[in-house]
């Protein structure tokens, strides 16, 4: 018997994709919390609040609050507490974004000359006015670089559409300046405050997700079991060419029971 007693599920493509459950997310979700087991669920897409992902779980069979979710937002936020509380931030980003960090007592601007810094994050209005802000900014006013999470695409109904990366990418290749933090997967970040609010040590901890560059590599490096499940954008012939490797490939995350907990 395994002794997996914490659980860590990425949201899409993993328990969901669009505005469908994916098979046996709903009925695997209930038998993990039938059996006393804790779980959380982390996102890199900041495009909605803790709250929004907690009422579209509890809308598709699987009950949750906003503290059951930890977004790259809520690690990013807690990274200005630390770093820069008050800062003077741009964000390219969506208005949730820009709701989060101002209720979180940043100082949300467009001015180049009084930006102390750029937060890049998926953003499908991303246009040529953010690009110069941001870049104007970094370039000649010394404004930091970072970032909600670097992911190349995002898995939808139907296929994927750009995420993150492209925007940093963007940033990066015309200022000559790196990223200086990412607050999502695969940053440790993300992983030690779900492991935190468990309650459970790291090694008892299963990550869940649908890409190996994140969810895999980040739950590998903390010291995590880790399952990736091939309802999002990994194909089972990415796994084979890939340096980082699953304790589990699972075809969905019904398997998690028969296959990984070994329940009967």
Known sequence: MTNIRGFIFDLDGTVYLGERALPGAVETLAEIRARGLPCVFISNKPLEPASAYAAKLTRLGIPATPRDVITSVRVLIAYFQRHAPHARVFPIGEPPLWEELRA??????????????????????????????????????????VATNADKSCPVDGGEIPDCAGIIAA???????????VAGKPSPLIIQTAV???????????????????DIVMGRAAGARTALVLTGVT????????????????????????????WQ
């Not at 467009?110 to 998926?122: G, R």
């Not at 935190?196 to 994140?214: F, I, Y």
């Not at 194909?235 to 070994?262: F, G, H, K």
């Open 196 to 214: 935190a609010q468990m309650g459970v040590p790291v090694n008892a901890c299963l990550v869940v997700g649908d890409r190996l560059e994140t």
């Open 171 to 181: 940033l990066e290749a015309t200022t000559d300046k790196k990223v200086e933090f």
């Open 235 to 262: 194909r089972r012939e990415d796994v084979a060419r890939a340096d980082v490797q699953p304790d589990y490939v699972l075809e969905n995350i019904s398997e998690i029971p028969r296959v990984v907990m070994q």
């Open 104 to 145: 979180a007592g940043l100082q949300l601007t467009d001015d180049p000359a009084h930006i102390e810094y750029v937060v890049a994050a998926f953003d499908r209005t991303f246009d040529y006015r953010k690009w110069n802000i941001a870049f104007q900014a970094i370039k000649f006013h010394g404004a930091h670089f």
